[in-house]
Nanobody
């Protein structure tokens, strides 16, 4: 089992930006895809972005499209999520997860999860 560690969360004002990192303890290309999920208070966890680390395809949900950018650096075993134009409704704990399948919004397709990083968007 590989460990994933997220970082980069914090408090930011509306309209601001954050860059989240997801670092794998091993060879990230052992996964086929890395997904970013988030869970807001009182809500279910939802997938927001995913990258097929072997093939390079990226996917976004509508709420992230045009504002968030996912990328990977296999040499550093890292996946990044650049988040711009942040809104209060983006406030949540953000998780990265690794899958040996192609990108999916289904949590059970992901085998390894990080512990999460808190993102708070507030003035």
């Amino acid at each position: 089992q590989m460990h994933l560690v997220e970082s980069g969360g914090g408090l930011v004002q509306p309209g601001g930006s954050l860059r989240l990192s997801c670092v794998a303890s091993g060879f990230i290309l052992d996964y086929y895809a890395i997904g970013w999920f988030r869970q807001a208070p009182g809500k279910e966890r939802e997938g927001i972005s995913c990258i097929n680390v072997r093939g390079g395809g990226t996917h976004y949900v509508d709420s992230a499209e045009g504002r968030f950018t996912i990328s990977s650096d296999s040499a550093k075993n890292t996946v990044l999520l650049q988040m711009n134009s942040l809104k209060p409704e983006d406030t949540a704990v953000y998780f990265c997860a690794g899958s040996r399948y192609s990108c999916s919004w289904l949590e059970y397709d992901y085998h390894d999860w990080g512990q999460g990083t808190q993102v708070t968007v507030s003035s």
